[in-house]
């Protein structure tokens, strides 16, 4: 990733390398799922898992494996051919889907978590999607921070030990919080800029 220094010299602008790639999950890329787990602090586990866990949790495999891009969706970071993040949308009732997000912590705060989740939406939205819900621990300041760059203004509610952000999709795709770049072949380089 590079820094660059805006003209005003007030802002950093942050352009993640060209070699992050954002695409469409495959099920070629359960491996490379399953390798992560080595990139992962045991903080980043619980904050995705919501127990303490040493790795991925088979169940998550498992049920990456049933993608049908459709009922289930999710899409990869790649850099270098290693999976970098992962992020995932799973229908709960019409109209709404549950999602999911990991970063592997070298690549934490770079852009990636909010790439991945607006790429998620401009995949939903078409297929009926027009709401996200995310439950985030209370004291996971990055996830709520990310949510909040997203969805200025979005409050989680109180569910059990969860806060529960509901995320309409409409504003979030009408909105410039990203400048992405289209390359051949459906791909997408993700260049975050903040
Ligand atoms: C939460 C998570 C997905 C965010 O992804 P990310 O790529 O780190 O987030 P981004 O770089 O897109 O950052 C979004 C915002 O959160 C902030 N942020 C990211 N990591 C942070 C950290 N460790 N501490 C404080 N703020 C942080 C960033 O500063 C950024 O805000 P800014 O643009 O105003 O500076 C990632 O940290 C992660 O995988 N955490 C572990 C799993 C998890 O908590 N998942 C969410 C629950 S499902």
């Not at 799922?33 to 903080?43: E, G, K, P, V, W």
């Not at 289930?72 to 992962?86: E, K, P, R, S, T």
């Not at 078409?126 to 709520?144: D, T």
Request: one cysteine or more; aromatic letters at 4%.
């Amino acid at each position: 990733m590079t820094d660059l220094l805006s003209p005003e010299k007030s802002t950093t602008v942050r352009v993640i390398a060209d070699a992050v790639t954002i695409r469409e999950f495959d099920s070629t890329d359960l491996p490379g799922i399953r390798a992560m787990s080595h990139h992962l602090s045991a903080r980043s586990l619980y904050q995705r898992f919501f127990a303490g866990t040493p790795a991925i949790p088979a169940a998550l495999l498992r049920q990456l494996a049933q993608v049908d891009h459709d009922r289930q969706d999710a899409v990869v970071a790649v850099a270098d051919h290693l999976v970098v993040g992962l992020a995932q949308a799973v229908r709960t009732e019409p109209g709404t889907a549950e999602i999911g997000v990991l970063v592997v912590d070298a690549w934490q705060n770079r852009g990636l978590g909010r790439t991945l989740v607006t790429a998620l939406a401009e995949r939903a939205l078409p297929r009926g999607i027009g709401e996200f819900r995310a439950s985030v621990l209370p004291g996971n300041e990055p996830a709520r921070h990310a949510l909040t760059r997203l969805w200025p203004g979005a409050v989680g509610s109180v569910d059990e030990d969860c806060l529960l952000y509901r995320l309409p999709l409409a504003p979030l795709l009408s909105a410039s919080h990203l400048a992405p770049a289209r390359v051949p072949g459906g791909l997408r380089r993700c260049v975050a800029v903040r």
